[in-house]
């Protein structure tokens, strides 16, 4: 799909490409762990492996299934990532002499529960873009200024998709029932997969919103969007570069509960502040829908399906920013840290400001 971007600068040229040398990902914990328990806790390196295959390696040199192995959340392969997994402490003397040319444990602890998916804060990434000139590093510079002062669109990133980036249409046919799959696990991953194409569908729509509110007045977007003029108008009035639509779901960031937009200045401020976000629909069954003129726009991307339905932050914010320009190597390296569930990769489209896994 053709993607709007939140930033107005020009394209960006550099290259990128995830290995486990330019693309480094550490967990951060949701919490600290107990020291004791009967569930070992091992924090493990690996390289050029998902996280599905890292566990996949453990469990089969333990002769055990997979499923009794958990971990918060997965990790980009062509990467070098840090991540904890849990397993029962039995296996612990058995994981002595455990030995993989890309599997490292760095430590190990224990605690009183299994880790559970969506157990983790974020991640914290490393990641260096090669054949940079002294023009591209400035304009990096400003686009992670910018970014780092307004946060960024919460899109899904290429890896959602599969190696060809079309699992979401094969997902389609499957919520639908229009196809089966006897692998529970791959048929989730598929449906998962149309449910966030949806998403960014929506979500490039908003951006493109953004810029037409930017860009032309209140008299010609009226036209152009089909909203009424007093949208339009509160639409023009707010500072952030996202901009907010009566009936929109937000929820309190970085975690809480949801509610609907009404246009409270209260709101826009807290907005500002970080304190709450919008949120995108992730169509599907038991999901809170938005209202008014934002459901007008929400409803072309929406479908009824057999899945459990979901919100998702359109809006989410880096931490913890770091940029810098290796003039003599043309390289520029960045650390930051994500909350969970949002793709490095995303960041880096966006200063790019085009796709970088064709």
């Known amino acids: 799909m053709d993607r709007f971007y939140s930033l107005a600068h020009a394209s960006i040229d550099f290259h990128f490409k995830q290995s486990p040398r330019d693309f480094v990902v550490e967990e951060i914990p949701l919490y600290e762990f107990s020291g004791e328990g009967e569930h070992l806790i091992l924090q493990v390196r690996k390289k050029n492996l998902s996280t599905n295959e890292m566990i996949g390696q453990i469990a089969r040199y333990l002769g055990i299934k997979n499923k009794e192995i958990g971990y918060a959340g997965l990790k980009d392969k062509n990467a070098m990532t840090v991540q904890y997994i849990s397993l029962h402490k039995k296996y612990e003397e058995a994981l002595e002499n455990f030995n993989h040319e890309r599997i490292k444990i760095l430590s190990k602890t224990y605690h009183n529960n299994k880790l559970r998916i969506g157990h983790l804060k974020g991640n914290r990434f490393y990641i260096k873009l090669k054949k940079v000139n002294p023009t591209s590093a400035a304009k990096i510079d400003e686009a992670l200024k910018n970014i780092e002062k307004f946060g960024m669109p919460n899109f899904f990133g290429y890896q959602r998709f599969g190696n060809d980036g079309d699992n979401h249409i094969l997902g389609e046919k499957l919520a639908k029932g229009e196809a089966r799959e006897r692998n529970p696990r791959v048929k ?171």
């Not at 149309?194 to 951006?207: A, D, E, V």
């Not at 037409?212 to 036209?223: A, D, G, H, Q, R």
């Not at 880096?318 to 995303?346: H, W």
Request: aromatic letters at 10%.
């Open 188 to 358: 989730r991953l598929l449906i998962n997969a149309y449910q966030s194409h949806l998403f960014n569908l929506w979500l490039s729509r908003r951006l493109e919103i953004n810029t037409l509110v930017n860009s032309f007045k209140v008299e010609e977007i009226e036209s152009l969007l089909n909203m009424p003029n007093e949208e339009v108008k509160k639409m023009k009035e707010q500072k952030h570069p996202f901009k907010l639509i009566s009936g929109d779901v937000m929820e309190h960031y970085p975690h809480g509960r949801l509610f609907e937009f009404e246009g409270a200045k209260e709101d826009l401020e807290r907005f500002n502040l970080r304190d709450v976000s919008p949120t995108g629909l992730l169509c599907g069954t038991k999901v809170r829908r938005a209202t008014q003129n934002a459901r007008d726009i929400e409803k072309d991307y929406d479908d009824e399906i057999n899945a459990d339905g979901a919100r998702r932050y359109a809006w989410v914010y880096l931490t913890d920013i770091e940029g810098r320009f290796d003039r003599q190597e043309a390289q520029y390296e960045m650390n930051f840290t994500l909350p969970k569930g949002s793709y490095a990769t995303v960041l880096i489209e966006e200063i790019a400001k085009r796709k970088i896994n064709e």
